[in-house]
Every structure is written in structure tokens, then in C-alpha cells.
């Protein structure tokens, strides 16, 4: 069967840039990371109610971990150019669902692999003993191409369709070609056991020979023996009879191409041994197929893949190239496509031919906590806006630094950097942007009062934008309080929907609003207030009762690990007023650490391990650096107050929770050999000293319990070691 190029346009864009593609040389890596996290300002696109606000370029705050697409339609906004193309504005414009818009519909064909799927189900054939998907091929360690492209899929459904037009869907030589098919598709996946091509009797139909021959050398290219795939598409290319002779020709240098191109080296070491690709043999190959091909797919595939190899040996000019496309007052025809030539690009050259990358410089920053990545960037950044003064190289130059100078930029340059962005007035489109960063930048310093009087002269604009952005502007507002009453003010935001990471895409997907603290602010209270601040949040009646509950539980815990009695007292009866619960003195202990044990106690931190929260602010992708480098100090605490934090901050870090869950739980337990949660409880702490955060002589207690009191529970049944 026919094995068509690449169709980056028909993905989505998330798919486009997280498989990599064999002509997409960009890197990802694989992995099992997932995670979700509620945001009141959404780090990966426009929140939807202000995307018609951003399309018509008032772009609030940017971020550098923004999807490349957003980040390319504010470029062209800030040339004062338009942005994307009418029907791409309507799709943005328009989401079908509460996911990332469409632009297919509902009523969209299937496509790919999918449509084989339904092709096979129209004709009568019965399911494989496989799942029938495109499977990956590794190129290089960790790096992964899709090994049956969706084009493969979509002709097999074509030419099957084909077949039993012309010989009837009854027909045996058919069901013959479809077991054959069915042989060539085993092969995508790799953990798939691959199946055998059916024999062909010696009076098998012409065309069904040459249809295996195909299904033959496609299985050889599936399978990455590509000396040999390379051989048999030659052969079939020299028959002309075969009605597959085109697509071998050009399958051919396609097997080729995948057994010499392994990583991006290798298109080097093509340049030194053939100066020029137009002389190349399989240039020459590509080109005949080019001009002398009658199907039109063919023409277009082997085109391609000139374009891609003939780009090769000239990279920068068509880095070049495409910037221009990008500066010119006509929008480029696919922005998505243009990303992942971008991409592309990146991968062949060096580093040094796309330092005035702005895309490239800007995500770069992104890469929070990776320091000398984003210092890096920066420095690119700010040479771009040197070279250029153009205000979107600035906007993204602000977006990389950390607030402080360093031995790269001194605080005159930094400053110099913050007063050039002072000219651009409230009708400009980075003027929020601009806004934004001066007060973080400020906060950096712990110039406070510089900060606020920021905040205080963007407070008029702020009432016409999004909910997002004005939300951005508070998490700035909490970090410049002055005192804990005014935090309060500015502590609780809305969550406006999920960003959902994982491994190597992101999603922002919508959702009903509800009163949230979001992570980053989360963290910063535990590194910044001790427990006795967080209990007066907690007692602030104009906070939700269930942000109150959280800021109790935190208090709560931290007085009875601290060993702060009196804390722990007036935590416990602020938390007992707000769930409406009454624990006895005597077994206070024990349910907090039941409730920390199940993970049922509401509080600002809570891992799946069990470990101390400590205030430590990891990164995802959905995070930027600003968020990262949330080292400001409250400002209403003293030096005292913050040597007092940092004690409170390294006992806890120090402290092992699991070992003081079992001092609590463990006699508790001793003492209530009924209990009918007991078996549960003792399972889930055998679990976590020996898989959380280690304590040997807990789990051997949790276990030695378990089995005495509770011997024939299914808990200790399946809990059969502690170490």
C-alpha cells in the first residue's frame, strides 16, 4: 500500500509540536509526567473571554510559556500587522467545547488511522489482533517520530475501497489483500508481535502480486530495515507495470532518508561530502519524480521531501525567509505550519544562526528554573531590542530577567530596560505587559513602595480587562502588602479553568469558576509566613470559609509539628469552628494525623508522599519564571520575624512527618483493637513510611500491628513486608 508524506496542516497544533516528526528535527523527550493545576491567570493561552480583547490587541500580560502560536499573533499585533487570517480569528474567536477551539467541526471525517479502522468495519472485516495505531520509532535516545503516518492509513482505506470495487467485496483475492494489510500495519508498533504476509497460491491475480510486492517493502520500512526496503521499492520502481512504481521511486529516497538521517549531524556531514543537493543522485531521483509523475500525490510527496533536503543546505537562508513571511503585512497562510518550520530550523542550525530568533529567545525564557537558560535568553533578548527597538524583543527581554543585578546586566542597564518600556501609553498593546513586569520587577528588589506605586497607576485600566489579567496584577498586589489584612485582599482568586500538563503537551481547558489560592501563592506563604500569620488569615471573615478551612488545617498541622502548644490549641479551635466538627483534647493528636495520613486535612500543601510541605516551588511548563523567582519577602515582616520564619521553615524541611504520624497513630491504634478503620490506616502508613518519606521503625511498628490485631483483614493480607 501507498505510504504518503507527512500532514503536520491536518493535526492539531498541541500534536504537531509534541510528535516529532522525521522532518522536524526539534527535540522532545519522553516521560510519564502529568499534572493539573487550577489557575486564575492561565499561563498557556488567553483565557476565551479575553481572546477577543487579545485578537484585537489589547494583550494583557504575555507569557513566555504561552503557546507559539499566541505568542507569534502578539508579535505581528505589536508591528501593528493582522495578526492571522479571517477564518483562523473566527475559529479562536468561536471554541466548539471548553477544550482548545476547533476548527474541524463535529461532523469531521475520520482521518488516519481511524478511518482504516472504519474502513475495515464498512467492508465486513473482522477486528485485528492489534490496535491499529501509528505507532513510534525511536530516531535518536528519546527521540520519537510516528512510524505509519496517517497518509499510509488513508490510502490503504482508498485502495481497499478500490479493490473490491473492481473484483467485488465478496471477492477472495480482496480478503487476501486485506489479510496482507492487516500483516503491513502490525508492523507500526513495535510491542506489536508482527504478523506474516499471506502465501499466494500460483494462480493469484497480477494485481494482487504487485500489491504485495508493495505490502512487502512497506513492511521492510516499518520494520527499520531500510538497506532492504530501499532494494525492493527499486525494483518496484523499474516496473513500470505496477501500478505502485511512482510511489517506490519515491520510497526509495524516502528509505534512504530515514537510514542516513538519524540526527541532525548527519545533514552536516551530507554537506561536506556533496556541496551541492542539486547534484545529489537522489536529488536528481526527486526531481524526475517530480516532473514525470502522473499522480498527483506523488509529485507533491517527492517535492517535499526536495524542500526539506534542499532547506538542509541552506538553513539560515530559509530561516531567513520565513521571518520575512512573518514581518509582511499579509498574514502567513499557516501559522501552524510556520511553527513547525521554525522548529524545524532550529534543530539544523547552530545556535549562534538564531540568536535573533524572537520566538526561539522568548520560549527560552520560559524555561524556568533552569537559571542560565533563562539568563541566557535574556541577553539575547536584550540585544534584540538594542538592534531592533522594537517593543516586543523589550516585552520579552522583561519577561527573562530576574529583578537583580548580576555580573551580566547592571542595575544602569536594568534600569535603563525598565525606562524605555515607560514610554508606551495605555493604548498600546504591551502597555499592561509593561505595567506588570515593572512592578515584578520592583518586587524583585523588595522596592515595595516602587512597586506599589505601579500597581496604583495601572488600577484605572484594569477595570475594562479580563478577569486573567486583573488577577495577574493581584498576585503582584499580595506580594506588595503591607500588612497581612491587605494579603487577605488580594489572597483568593477565581480559577478560570485547568492547565493540564503531560509529559511533552499542555492544555489550558475551561471550567466553572470557584474560589481558589493558586500554587505559586500557595508556596509562598509556606516559605514566607509562619504558623501564627496563616491562623490570622484564617480568622479574616471575608475569605471563603473553605479558603479559611485550608489556612487553619496548615496552622493546625505546623503548631503540633513545631511542638507550638499554643498554636496548635487556637489553630485547632479556629479549624473546629469552621468544619463544625468537636474532637476531645485526648484524641485531637490522632485525628490530625489520620486526617494527614489520608490526605483529608484541607491545608495549603499536600503531597502524594506525605513529605512536609517546605515551600518549595517546582516547575512545570505551564509556569514562568516570574512565578519561580517569587523570592520577595513579605513586607511587613522584620529581619527578626524572617529569621523566625527560616528556623520555623528548616524544622519543618528536617522533620520527619511519617515518623511523627506513627508516634500518634500508632498507640491510638494499640488501644482500639476494633477499630474499623484501623486495618486501613496501618496499611496506608506501612505504605508511606517505607514509600513516602522513609521511616523504617514506623513501617516495622505499622506492620507488626496490622498482623496482630488485624490478621485476617484483606489489608494485612496484601501488606505482606514493611521494608
Known amino acids: 500500500m501507498p505510504i504518503r508524506r507527512y500532514h503536520l496542516c491536518r493535526r492539531p497544533a498541541w500534536l504537531a509540536a509534541s510528535l516529532l516528526l522525521a522532518l522536524s528535527a526539534a527535540t522532545q523527550a519522553s516521560g510519564g509526567y502529568s499534572d493539573e493545576q487550577r489557575v486564575g491567570t492561565s499561563r498557556l493561552q488567553p483565557e476565551p473571554a479575553a481572546m477577543p480583547r487579545f485578537l484585537n490587541g489589547q494583550l494583557g500580560v504575555l507569557w513566555p510559556s504561552y503557546e507559539r502560536s499566541y505568542l507569534m499573533l502578539a508579535y505581528r499585533q505589536t508591528l501593528g500587522l493582522k495578526p492571522a487570517h479571517e477564518e483562523a480569528l473566527a475559529a479562536l474567536l468561536k471554541p466548539t467545547s471548553q477544550d482548545a477551539p476547533s476548527t474541524t467541526g463535529s461532523d469531521a471525517k475520520p482521518y488516519g488511522a481511524q478511518n482504516w479502522i472504519e474502513t475495515r468495519r464498512q467492508f465486513g472485516l473482522r477486528d485485528t489482533p492489534y490496535p491499529i495505531e501509528s505507532g513510534i520509532r525511536e530516531q535518536i535516545s528519546y527521540v520519537y517520530s510516528e512510524n505509519c503516518q496517517p497518509g499510509a492509513f488513508e490510502l490503504a482505506a482508498r485502495t481497499l475501497a478500490q479493490r473490491q470495487r473492481d473484483h467485488g467485496q465478496a471477492d477472495d483475492w480482496v480478503k487476501l489483500w486485506a489479510q496482507g494489510q492487516d500483516a503491513v500495519f502490525s508492523t507500526c508498533d513495535k510491542r506489536n508481535t508482527a504478523l506474516s504476509l499471506p502465501t499466494l497460491p500460483a494462480n493469484a491475480p497480477r494485481w494482487l502480486q504487485q500489491?504485495?510486492?508493495?505490502?512487502?517493502?512497506?513492511?521492510?520500512?516499518?520494520?527499520?530495515?531500510?538497506?532492504?526496503?530501499?532494494?525492493?521499492?527499486?525494483?518496484?520502481?523499474?516496473?513500470?507495470?505496477?501500478?505502485?512504481?511512482?510511489?517506490?521511486?519515491?520510497?526509495?529516497?524516502?528509505?534512504?532518508?530515514?537510514?542516513?538521517?538519524?540526527?541532525?549531524?548527519?545533514?552536516?556531514?551530507?554537506?561536506?561530502?556533496?556541496?551541492?543537493?542539486?547534484?545529489?543522485?537522489?536529488?536528481?531521483?526527486?526531481?524526475?519524480?517530480?516532473?514525470?509523475?502522473?499522480?498527483?500525490?506523488?509529485?507533491?510527496?517527492?517535492?517535499?521531501?526536495?524542500?526539506?533536503?534542499?532547506?538542509?543546505?541552506?538553513?539560515?537562508?530559509?530561516?531567513?525567509?520565513?521571518?520575512?513571511?512573518?514581518?509582511?503585512?499579509?498574514?502567513?497562510?499557516?501559522?501552524?505550519?510556520?511553527?513547525?518550520?521554525?522548529?524545524?530550523?532550529?534543530?539544523?542550525?547552530?545556535?549562534?544562526?538564531?540568536?535573533?530568533?524572537?520566538?526561539?529567545?522568548?520560549?527560552?525564557?520560559?524555561?524556568?528554573?533552569?537559571?542560565?537558560?533563562?539568563?541566557?535568553?535574556?541577553?539575547?533578548?536584550?540585544?534584540?531590542?538594542?538592534?531592533?527597538?522594537?517593543?516586543?524583543?523589550?516585552?520579552?527581554?522583561?519577561?527573562?530577567?530576574?529583578?537583580?543585578?548580576?555580573?551580566?546586566?547592571?542595575?544602569?542597564?536594568?534600569?535603563?530596560?525598565?525606562?524605555?518600556?515607560?514610554?508606551?501609553?495605555?493604548?498600546?498593546?504591551?502597555?499592561?505587559?509593561?505595567?506588570?513586569?515593572?512592578?515584578?520587577?520592583?518586587?524583585?528588589?523588595?522596592?515595595?513602595?516602587?512597586?506599589?506605586?505601579e500597581l496604583a497607576q495601572v488600577a484605572p485600566q484594569l477595570k475594562r480587562e479580563s478577569l486573567g489579567t486583573r488577577q495577574a496584577f493581584d498576585q503582584l498586589s499580595m506580594l506588595a502588602a503591607a500588612d497581612l489584612p491587605t494579603l487577605a485582599r488580594y489572597l483568593v482568586r477565581t480559577s478560570l479553568g485547568k492547565e493540564i500538563i503531560d509529559s511533552d503537551f499542555v492544555q489550558f481547558v475551561a471550567e466553572e469558576p470557584t474560589p481558589l489560592i493558586e500554587q505559586a501563592s500557595r508556596s509562598w506563604l509556606l516559605a514566607n509566613l509562619n504558623g501564627e500569620d496563616l491562623l490570622s488569615l484564617a480568622k479574616i471573615k471575608t475569605l471563603p470559609d473553605a479558603i479559611r478551612l485550608q489556612l487553619a488545617g496548615e496552622a493546625w498541622r505546623m503548631g503540633a509539628l513545631l511542638d507550638q502548644p499554643k498554636l496548635e490549641k487556637s489553630a485547632y479551635e479556629t479549624w473546629s469552628s469552621l468544619s463544625s466538627q468537636k474532637i476531645a483534647p485526648a484524641a485531637q493528636r490522632f485525628h490530625l494525623a489520620r486526617s494527614m495520613l489520608l490526605k483529608a486535612l484541607p491545608r495549603l500543601n499536600q503531597n502524594e508522599s506525605g513529605v512536609a510541605a517546605t515551600g518549595y516551588h517546582s516547575w512545570t511548563p505551564s509556569e514562568q519564571p516570574a512565578d519561580y523567582r517569587w523570592e520577595t519577602r513579605p513586607a511587613f515582616q522584620n529581619t527578626a520575624q524572617r529569621a523566625a520564619q527560616q528556623t520555623d521553615l528548616n524544622t519543618l524541611r528536617e522533620r520527619n512527618e511519617t515518623e511523627w504520624l506513627g508516634r500518634q497513630i500508632l498507640p491510638w491504634l494499640s488501644t482500639q483493637p476494633k477499630s474499623a478503620e484501623g486495618p486501613a490506616l496501618l496499611e496506608k502508613l506501612v505504605w508511606e513510611s517505607r514509600r513516602g518519606m522513609r521511616h523504617t521503625p514506623t513501617s516495622r511498628a505499622a506492620f507488626q500491628l496490622l498482623h496482630k490485631q488485624y490478621p485476617n483483614s484483606p489489608e494485612a493480607q496484601r501488606t505482606r513486608y514493611y521494608y
Open 211 to 453: 500489491d504485495q510486492a508493495y505490502q512487502a517493502a512497506a513492511m521492510l520500512l516499518y520494520q527499520d530495515k531500510l538497506a532492504e526496503a530501499s532494494q525492493a521499492f527499486d525494483s518496484l520502481a523499474a516496473d513500470t507495470a505496477s501500478p505502485w512504481h511512482e510511489w517506490a521511486g519515491y520510497l526509495s529516497v524516502r528509505s534512504w532518508w530515514r537510514e542516513t538521517f538519524t540526527e541532525p549531524a548527519a545533514y552536516a556531514t551530507l554537506r561536506e561530502t556533496a556541496p551541492s543537493w542539486a547534484e545529489h543522485p537522489m536529488a536528481q531521483r526527486l526531481r524526475h519524480t517530480v516532473r514525470n509523475a502522473k499522480d498527483e500525490e506523488v509529485r507533491e510527496a517527492a517535492q517535499e521531501l526536495y524542500d526539506i533536503l534542499a532547506t538542509r543546505y541552506a538553513p539560515k537562508a530559509a530561516h531567513l525567509a520565513l521571518w520575512q513571511q512573518m514581518n509582511e503585512p499579509e498574514p502567513v497562510p499557516d501559522l501552524d505550519g510556520w511553527i513547525s518550520s521554525a522548529r524545524w530550523l532550529w534543530a539544523v542550525m547552530g545556535e549562534a544562526d538564531y540568536a535573533d530568533d524572537w520566538l526561539f529567545q522568548t520560549r527560552k525564557a520560559a524555561t524556568a528554573g533552569i537559571r542560565s537558560t533563562s539568563s541566557d535568553a535574556a541577553q539575547k533578548l536584550i540585544a534584540g531590542w538594542q538592534r531592533t527597538q522594537s517593543p516586543i524583543w523589550l516585552a520579552s527581554a522583561l519577561m527573562a530577567l530576574s529583578g537583580k543585578s548580576s555580573s551580566d546586566l547592571s542595575q544602569a542597564d536594568l534600569d535603563t530596560l525598565i525606562d524605555a518600556s515607560r514610554q508606551y501609553q495605555p493604548e498600546h498593546p504591551l502597555y499592561l505587559h509593561f505595567a506588570w513586569q515593572r512592578a515584578r520587577l520592583a518586587l524583585a528588589r523588595e522596592d515595595y513602595p516602587g512597586a506599589r506605586k
